[in-house]
T-cell receptor
Framework: DAMVIQNPRYQVTQFGKPVTLSCSQT?????MYWYQQKSSQAPKLLFH???????NEADTPDNFQSRRPNTSFCFLDIRSPGLGDAAMYLC?????????????FGDGTRLSIL | GQNIDQPTEMTATEGAIVQINCTYQTSGFNGLFWYQQHAGEAPTFLSY????GLEEKGRFSSFLSRSKGYSYLLLKELQMKDSASYLC??????????????FGRGTSLIVHP
């Protein structure tokens, strides 16, 4: 059974049209992460939540926002997508600090910009 | 910040053994993870090391030397389905107290008959 679920798997949007990607988890993990991955590149951390505490990476563009209304759900909002935002977006979870264990990834959402 | 280096691409023959290296520079090291990622799919966990030495999990083994900032992933009895990208991720402490993994760009392994 899928434990980290991302919807949709494929998303197409228009240049400049806001888009929201969603992630849900059944693991009750404290930490949720959003990564952006472009072809043949490392997953790049955009931000993460530890419970309700939001942590933004210094180089994450202002165009990217996130919401975590409860433990199970986390959203990635792209306010005005540009062509350079076309990528795979990966959501991951983990139990939190002090616990050395792997992250659990969703299947990702591949975003295309027209 | 962290600096993680892996070879971009490797090729190997079905049935052979391949070693994928990862070097890193970081402070507050707290673990190193290896993930497999097939094209268009999410990373899946393979192995991790916290202490120096070799961890074996079936056909996959991972080695760590913290003093050298070095790890490798060893894949034995290669199968065609092992053709994928292999990501090295280093976990280190941050000023906020949380441990966030940073990924290398991955090594694309091509297994041929």
């Amino acid at each position: 059974d899928a434990m980290v679920i991302q919807n949709p798997r494929y998303q197409v949007t228009q240049f400049g049209k806001p888009v929201t990607l969603s992630c849900s988890q059944t693991l009750n993990h404290n930490v949720m992460y959003w990564y952006q991955q472009k072809s043949s590149q490392a997953p790049k951390l955009l931000f993460h939540y530890y419970d309700k505490d939001f942590n933004n990476e210094a180089d994450t563009p202002d165009n990217f926002q996130s919401r975590r209304p409860n433990t199970s759900f986390c959203f990635l909002d792209i306010r005005s997508p540009g062509l350079g935002d076309a990528a795979m977006y990966l959501c991951a979870t983990s139990r939190g600090e002090g616990i050395i264990e792997p992250q659990h990834f969703g299947d990702g959402t591949r975003l295309s910009i027209l | 910040g962290q600096n993680i280096d892996q070879p971009t691409e490797m090729t190997a023959t079905e049935g052979a053994i391949v070693q994928i290296n990862c070097t890193y520079q970081t402070s507050g090291f707290n673990g190193l993870f290896w993930y497999q990622q097939h094209a268009g799919e999410a990373p899946t966990f393979l192995s991790y090391n916290v202490l120096d030495g070799l961890e074996e999990k079936g056909r996959f083994s991972s080695f760590l030397s913290r003093s050298k900032g070095y790890s490798y992933l060893l894949l034995k009895e290669l199968q065609m389905k092992d053709s994928a990208s292999y990501l090295c991720a280093v976990r280190a402490g941050s000023s906020g107290g949380s441990y966030i993994p940073t990924f290398g760009r991955g090594t694309s392994l091509i297994v041929h008959p």
